[in-house]
């Protein structure tokens, strides 16, 4: 089983409808968990972070942490055409020592004109 | 201010044949990372640096990777030789110093490498 788990896609929508995007997660000592975007050829630049569990807003973006399900989401609103990329979960785990980033596969979000 | 520099952007090489990359992190940033992403996946931690220190390098390929960061400050990553299965995006990425939080993870453009 993969540290950190996403549905690679392709999600896709129609403009203006809202995206959600899910991970799941191992059952390890974590800390922080962040979504990345990433454009095709391009490298992956942050989104949201979330440290809490409940529901935190930037935007359109809204990001939402369950610890007991070890389940976090992204709800993107008014989804634009501008906003198909790919969607990666990342975690920090700290039961390793490894302060690092520990990314899922990412999830294709396609967002129909 | 620039953000992670790397070079070169695209690299086609023959198997067995060495590879380098190079990567400058963003100015006073301490921590300075190596991942690689293969295609439709995510990035994966090749090694981490706090200064000139590898304090990460788990899963480093180490018969054939190697990695150095003189001085604290440039970066570079060798593959000697390389294989078919090392082709992939090498992305470099920073942080500030003590700085744990994916919040302020930089990351450059990556070094495309293709191994024919």
Known sequence: ?113 | EAGVVQSPRYKIIEKKQPVAFWCNPISGHNTLYWYRQNLGQGPELLIRYENEEAVDDSQLPKDRFSAERLKGVDSTLKIQPAELGDSAVYLCASSPRGQTSGNTIYFGEGSWLTVV
């Open chain 1, 1 to 113: 089983q993969k540290e950190v788990e996403q549905n690679s896609g392709p999600l896709s929508v129609p403009e203006g409808a809202i995206a959600s995007l899910n991970c799941t997660y191992s059952d390890r000592v974590s800390q922080s968990f962040f979504w990345y975007r990433q454009y095709s050829g391009k490298s992956p630049e942050l989104i949201m972070s979330i440290y809490s569990n409940g529901d935190k807003e930037d935007g359109r973006f809204t990001a939402q942490l369950n610890k007991a399900s070890q389940y976090v989401s992204l709800l993107i609103r008014d989804s634009q055409p501008s906003d198909s990329a790919t969607y990666l979960c990342a975690v920090i785990f700290m039961d390793t020592g490894r302060r690092a980033l520990t990314f899922g596969s990412g999830t294709r979000l396609q967002v129909q004109p």
